[in-house]
């Protein structure tokens, strides 16, 4: 079975820091390019980060960049996102995804994703 175990939201103060995990299994997780959505209640699930199967390519979006840092460890099968200057604007439920086809913004191009991890920023 594949899975996407995604761990580290929490509640913090704009301004903090947050690490996001995500542990993977059930797939060959080097063949895969991997990434990070978000959804805010009311609104659509967004891009956010994505990271090439070796982890030369690397993408952000625009509301992230300077901020958010994407990357991957093959060996451990895992895949985390560190978010430093937290906003009110980034609260939202954080998903982790996978790609065969190879690095993408459109969501229809990930094949499995996480059950996501609430990130909350207060004012």
């Known amino acids: 079975q594949v899975q996407l175990v995604e761990s580290g939201g929490g509640l913090v103060q704009a301004g903090d820091s947050l690490r996001l995990s995500c542990a993977a299994s059930?797939?060959?997780?080097?063949?895969?390019?991997m990434g990070w959505f978000r959804q805010a209640p009311g609104k659509e699930r967004q891009f956010v980060a994505y990271?090439?199967?070796?982890?030369?390519?690397?993408s952000y979006a625009d509301p992230v960049k300077g901020r958010f840092t994407i990357s991957r460890d093959n060996a451990k099968k895992t895949v985390t996102l560190q978010m430093n200057s937290l906003k009110y604007e980034d609260t939202a439920l954080y998903y982790c995804t996978a790609a065969l086809r190879g690095t993408s913004r459109l969501i229809g191009e990930y094949n499995y994703w996480g059950q996501g991890t609430q990130v909350t920023v207060s004012s």
């Open positions: 059930g797939f060959t997780f080097s063949a895969y390019a």
């Open positions: 990271i090439g199967r070796s982890g030369y390519s690397i």
